[in-house]
Nanobody, 125 residues
Framework: QLQFVESGGGLVQPGGSLRLSCAAS????????IGWFRQAPGKEPEGVAC????????NYADSVKGRFTISRDNAKNTVYLQMNSLKPDDTAGYHC??????????????????WGQGTQVTVSS
């Protein structure tokens, strides 16, 4: 079973930045399309960003376009989520997972495997 380990979350002021990491545990990440998801208490899960195996196909939720950047370093077996201009609405647990299709099309967020345990991001002054 694919297992992911997320890190990099924390408390940040509005307008600040964080970089999240998603590391693969026990398998090679470069065979998989990877997605970042988030969920805040009382809210539905949201697919935040997706990146294909080569990085050629990328997709973002409208709520984060222009502020978040997803990338991957297959040599380090890690996918990153750079988050800039953070807002209080970005507060959530952030998780990564394999996306079970090869490209990040409009439905990518409906094709997720099991999430990692997540890392908490809190945006507050």
């Amino acid at each position: 079973q694919l297992q992911f380990v997320e890190s990099g979350g924390g408390l940040v002021q509005p307008g600040g930045s964080l970089r999240l990491s998603c590391a693969a545990s026990g398998f090679t990440l470069d065979y998989y399309t990877i997605g970042w998801f988030r969920q805040a208490p009382g809210k539905e899960p949201e697919g935040v960003a997706c990146i294909s195996t080569s990085g050629a196909s990328i997709n973002y939720a409208d709520s984060v376009k222009g502020r978040f950047t997803i990338s991957r370093d297959n040599a380090k077996n890690t996918v990153y989520l750079q988050m800039n201009s953070l807002k209080p609405d970005d507060t959530a647990g952030y998780h990564c997972a394999a996306v079970l299709i090869p490209r990040c099309d409009r439905t990518w967020y409906t094709q997720a495997g099991k999430w990692g345990q997540g890392t908490q991001v809190t945006v507050s002054s």
